[in-house]
């Protein structure tokens, strides 16, 4: 738990790093004044807009204004939507968690009996084509995916929902085209992890005590095959988040990855910096969870 | 009761690379009997190790026994069933292995991986299991053996890890039991310690122990009997009291000439000139002839066979 402390604090530097490099990306890209007004809105009233809100002070003063009101919780209001920013945010969170971990499952259910299964008949045609697999939902856009499965199990056959976020079956086509691709990296490390294992001594050591096979590979070289995998898989969480904006998109589920798009392309900046913040905590916070997890899963590192 | 225990005759073992099938166990012939403790020496990669990984049947996947009986209290290795094999492995033959650092299960405790075998073979609840795996830990001298039950394999030096193993090894009572150079990777202190372990162990039980090693000191304190094998082949079996006393194939003799003394010093030591030739590109005729000293002609052509001298002694050689 003390680790766990220490390394929270370690990250609050992350963070402010983060808002600043959000802050200073989202004034770059214009203001959005001119988006805020109608057309025939005059340069005297746009100017005055921009006075009003701020944007004609100097950028160190902007940025100092907005940190303050970040640690009192406030991150401003939306233009678009004319409510605060993080309650806007917030809402979204439940539908982007319920697709990243419906994602998860997908990964975790197609990638651990394929991965092992092809460590363990390595080099033979269903290994070859496992592997062959796991290059293509790797190297397939999401997008195109997500496109795919609309127009075949959704628009032809009508068996799933096309878009927007409703019970269990809308959920499976967005989960599919998200996990697809997550999948395909834990297969391939779950492979290559289990290969190694395979032919360490201790693997000998558990067949000769009689083992069943099966308990073999899946107790004794899964255990610690799962060590690595853990590790890098976390680091991908970044590669998830991204994911979901896609997803979210293609599919119309109403998540952060969503409102995030739609708020860079209308530059509501409170609402982007919002979900950056958010999404920048969930990632350093599962990169956390993850440290902990390879703690548990290998006894030969200490707590220090 | 079948005095014969196991029953090894004209064993080939090989293995699949990229140079197609190679060879590296080519008909070895031996048994071991109840009760006796039999040695097996020979350089490195002289095939002593594939061979108790194949009465084991535990080779490797590139690897198979293509020819040859082998035969435990009466069972063809060869035709049992998977089931009936794995019943045998960690039960009736058991086996402790050369590397005590990698031998045992990283991210498993020690009471785990012992009470492993004895859940698998006895049926043992862990309750059970854990009980008896304490007095195991005990009969191998391991100090508070209850709180190493509770430690991983990285907590405990590599003497305690062999006897880990050999605790784990003789848990069910195996009839026979095979250590691959049990002592080579540790210190020689450690190695004195588990060599006399293994020694009370012989005494105490009527189990059998099939002792491979490459050290004739090892086989001089242990064995009743020893074999010794050269390329894939055994060249010489005696009694150990045969063997010192009157060796004959010429690799036996180099062997013998290779232990240091008390007095010699390292550069001193003799040792047979050449390497154990490759699997792939073995020599014609008798397999010693390009490192022998006694060799002649007919030694390059002549490939001979296992005859006996004396009652229990035999040798490969045309010359002695
Ligand atoms: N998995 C394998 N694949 C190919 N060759 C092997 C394999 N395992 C062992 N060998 C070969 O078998 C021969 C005998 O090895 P081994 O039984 O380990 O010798 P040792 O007498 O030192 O125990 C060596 O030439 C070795 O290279
Ligand atoms: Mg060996």
Not at chain 1, 265 to 293: E, K
Not at chain 2, 257 to 284: C, F, Q, R, W
Request: neutral net charge; aromatic residues 8%.
């Amino acid at each position: 738990m003390k680790y766990f402390l220490q390394n929270l604090l370690k990250t609050i530097p992350v963070l402010l790093l983060i808002t600043l490099i959000v802050f200073l990306l989202v004034r770059v890209t214009g203001d959005p004044v001119s988006l805020m007004l109608p057309e025939t809105a005059t340069d005297e009233e746009r100017e005055s807009l921009r006075e009003a809100l701020g944007f004609n002070d100097p950028l160190p003063v902007q940025y100092f204004t907005y940190l303050s009101d970040l640690v009192r919780g406030d991150f401003g209001e939306s233009f678009r939507y004319n409510t605060d920013a993080f309650a806007l945010v917030l809402e979204r969170l439940p539908a982007t968690f319920e697709l990243a971990f419906a994602s998860m499952i997908v990964a975790i259910i197609i990638s651990i009996p394929l991965g092992i299964l092809s460590a363990v008949k390595r080099n033979s045609f269903l290994d070859l084509f496992i592997t062959g697999g796991a290059v293509l939902g790797k190297a397939m856009p999401s997008f195109w995916l997500g496109i795919m499965l609309i127009l075949f199990l959704a628009v032809n056959t009508q068996i799933f929902p096309v878009s927007g976020r409703g019970g269990l079956l809308y959920l499976v086509l967005p989960a599919i085209t998200l996990g697809t691709g997550i999948a395909a990296e834990m297969t391939r490390l779950i492979r290559s992890s289990m290969l190694e294992i395979l032919g360490q001594d201790f693997i000998r050591t558990a067949r000769s005590k009689g083992l069943k096979e099966a308990l073999v590979v899946n107790k004794h070289a899964f255990r610690n095959a799962l060590i690595p995998v853990v590790t890098i898989m976390a680091l991908q969480t970044s590669t998830l988040v991204g994911g979901t904006l896609i997803t979210e998109t293609v599919f119309a589920w109403p998540g952060l990855g969503q409102l995030l798009v739609q708020a860079v392309n209308l530059r509501d900046m409170a609402v982007v910096q919002a979900a950056t913040f958010l999404i920048a905590i969930f990632v350093i916070l599962s990169n956390l969870i993850a440290d902990l997890t390879y703690r548990l899963l290998d006894p030969r590192i200490k707590y220090d | 009761m079948v005095e014969k225990l196991m029953n090894v005759k004209d064993l080939k073992v090989r293995f699949k690379t990229e140079d197609g099938h190679v060879s590296t166990v080519n008909g070895v012939t031996f048994n071991v009997n109840e009760g006796e403790t039999l040695a097996i020496v020979g350089e490195s990669g002289s095939g002593k190790s594939v061979t108790s990984l194949a009465l084991m049947g535990i080779l490797p996947p590139n690897g198979e026994v293509y020819e040859g009986e082998m035969t435990f209290n009466g069972k063809n290795l060869r035709t049992l069933s998977k089931k009936d094999y794995r019943a045998l492995r960690g039960n009736e033959i058991s086996m402790i292995f050369q590397e005590p650092m990698t031998a045992l299960n990283p991210v498993f405790t020690i009471g785990y991986q012992i009470r492993e075998t004895l859940i698998v073979h006895y049926k043992m609840t862990k309750e059970q299991a854990n009980i008896r795996g304490i007095e195991m830990l005990e009969l191998v001298g391991i100090p508070d053996a209850e709180k190493v039950m509770g430690r991983f394999p990285h907590q405990l030096s590599g003497g305690m890890r062999q006897r880990v193993m050999i605790a784990i090894a003789l848990s069910c009572n195996p009839r026979l039991l095979i250590a691959d150079e049990p002592t080579t990777a540790l210190d020689v202190t450690i190695q004195a310690q588990i060599l006399t372990l293994m020694r009370n162990l012989k005494e105490k039980s009527n189990t059998s122990i099939m002792i491979i090693t490459h050290d004739l000191g090892v086989v001089a304190e242990l064995a009743d009997r020893v074999i010794v094998m050269y390329a894939g082949e055994v060249v010489e079996e005696a009694s150990v009291f045969e063997l010192f006393k009157n060796p004959k194939h010429p690799y036996t003799k180099g062997l013998m000439a290779s232990i240091p003394k008390v007095h010699d010093v390292v550069d001193d030591l003799y040792s047979i000139e050449g390497t154990v030739p490759n699997p792939t590109n073995m020599p014609s005729g008798c397999k010693f002839h390009p490192r022998c000293p006694l060799a002649d002609v007919e030694c390059k052509r002549i490939h001979p066979d296992l005859e006996y001298v004396s009652e229990g002694h035999a040798k490969r050689c045309i010359k002695v």
